[in-house]
């Protein structure tokens, strides 16, 4: 049996010199503190809107993984319905990615036949 998983990615915040240009192995000048402040309020409303997702994905029987720079969002259920269920949340702009996934013993089988044809 295969299993379809659906699953979402929310970006949190990256490296610094990639969020700020002009940083990395540049002399900073007096404007920069401006886009420090400019980041901080981009920064605000990203992991506020992340966070308002993430509420309602996991009320809705989402389960949630932490990364590096995001979190992965996924669901037992097929691309079509975690789409359908996304625009009942009220989350039409999110991305999702399917999966299909089969059975353990069914991988067994097949990796056993592999073994066989190749014998």
């Given amino acids: 049996m295969v299993q379809k998983i659906s699953r979402i990615t929310l970006w949190l915040f990256g ?3 990639w969020e ?5 192995g540049e002399e900073l000048k007096l404007e920069f503190a401006d886009s420090l402040v400019s980041l901080g309020g981009e920064l605000n409303e990203r992991l506020k809107e992340s966070a308002k997702i993430l509420r309602g994905l ?16 996924e669901k037992e259920v ?5 789409k359908k269920e996304l625009k ?12 299909e996934l089969e059975e353990e013993e069914e991988l067994e089988e097949k990796m056993a036949e592999e073994v066989k044809e190749e014998s």
């Fill in 15 to 17: 490296k610094p010199a």
């Fill in 20 to 24: 700020l240009k002009k940083l990395e």
């Fill in 58 to 73: 996991l009320k809705a029987g989402w389960t949630a993984y932490g990364g590096l720079y995001d979190i992965m969002l």
């Fill in 78 to 82: 097929s691309k079509k319905e975690a």
């Fill in 88 to 99: 009942e949340l009220g989350f039409t702009d999110l991305e999702v990615d399917e999966e």
